[in-house]
């Protein structure tokens, strides 16, 4: 276990006007991994349990983080776009963790919503190595573009997500190319209440797994 991480706040310049965030730089860093949060008209923000302990379980495996808030949340300038312009907000916060952490391999982990907007920025992006989409929320997005990928990729889903039962996520990965890995909590809902840490460890080994040689 690492010490208690300095966690830097700081404002990153997005497309219409400054967006929030928290940086936890790793020393040595085997990674960087930008975390995008929930959906923000139903109180996703950079705070959310599974979003932070996500973060500092990463951090303490060797990845310099970087989770914010999308435009129109918390002190992010802008208004919500229904998951249109939050694909640019990844996109800029991503072009800038690359400037902290250059040369080190990039993750996006996006939980729900966030993980919407983080696969359509890769889509853009050839440069990201890997996603792990935590929550996937099928009854919102069919996600067909994953099929589209042609990078690694893992889910941690909770066995009891309302938003995303694990029958339709495992018809969603087969014949993913390369090969996704589904990782379970069992019993958790899509908000994964008490489960956070569980889903964090989840997140740590699929982002481990992803980018093994």
Same mark, same amino acid.
């Given at each position: 276990?690492?010490?208690?991480?300095?966690?830097?706040?700081?404002?990153?310049?997005?497309?219409?006007?400054?967006?929030?965030?928290?940086?936890?730089?790793?020393?040595?860093?085997?990674?960087?991994?930008?975390?995008?949060?929930?959906?923000?008209?139903?109180?996703?923000?950079?705070?959310?349990?599974?979003?932070?302990?996500?973060?500092?379980?990463?951090?303490?495996?060797?990845?310099?983080?970087?989770?914010?808030?999308?435009?129109?949340?918390?002190?992010?300038?802008?208004?919500?776009?229904?998951?249109?312009?939050?694909?640019?907000?990844?996109?800029?916060?991503?072009?800038?963790?690359?400037?902290?952490?250059?040369?080190?391999?990039?993750?996006?982990?996006?939980?729900?919503?966030?993980?919407?907007?983080?696969?359509?920025?890769?889509?853009?992006?050839?440069?990201?190595?890997?996603?792990?989409?935590?929550?996937?929320?099928?009854?919102?997005?069919?996600?067909?573009?994953?099929?589209?990928?042609?990078?690694?990729?893992?889910?941690?889903?909770?066995?009891?997500?309302?938003?995303?039962?694990?029958?339709?996520?495992?018809?969603?990965?087969? +014949?993913?190319? =390369?090969? #996704?890995?589904?990782? &379970? !909590?069992?019993? $958790?809902? /899509? *908000?994964?209440? +008490?489960?956070? =840490?569980? #889903?964090?460890?989840? &997140? !740590?080994?699929? $982002?481990? /797994? *992803?980018?093994?040689?």
């Amino acid at each position: 276990m690492r010490a208690v991480a300095y966690v830097r706040k700081l404002w990153i310049e997005g497309p219409v006007g400054r967006l929030e965030g928290a940086l936890r730089v790793a020393c040595p860093a085997r990674a960087a991994a930008v975390l995008a949060h929930p959906h923000p008209l139903h109180g996703g923000t950079l705070h959310n349990p599974v979003v932070f302990h996500a973060d500092r379980a990463l951090w303490n495996a060797g990845f310099t983080t970087l989770r914010f808030n999308f435009r129109g949340v918390g002190t992010s300038e802008g208004r919500h776009d229904d998951g249109r312009g939050e694909v640019d907000d990844v996109g800029h916060v991503a072009r800038w963790l690359r400037g902290v952490a250059p040369g080190l391999p990039l993750v996006l982990v996006g939980y729900s919503f966030g993980v919407r907007c983080s696969l359509l920025h890769m889509l853009r992006d050839p440069d990201v190595a890997a996603l792990v989409a935590i929550g996937l929320p099928l009854r919102w997005y069919p996600f067909s573009e994953l099929a589209e990928l042609g990078r690694p990729y893992a889910v941690v889903q909770g066995s009891a997500d309302d938003l995303g039962p694990l029958d339709e996520v495992r018809t969603i990965l087969v +014949g993913a190319d =390369p090969e #996704a890995r589904l990782h &379970v !909590v069992d019993g $958790a809902s /899509h *908000l994964f209440p +008490g489960d956070a =840490p569980k #889903a964090a460890r989840c &997140v !740590v080994e699929a $982002a481990t /797994h *992803l980018l093994s040689p």
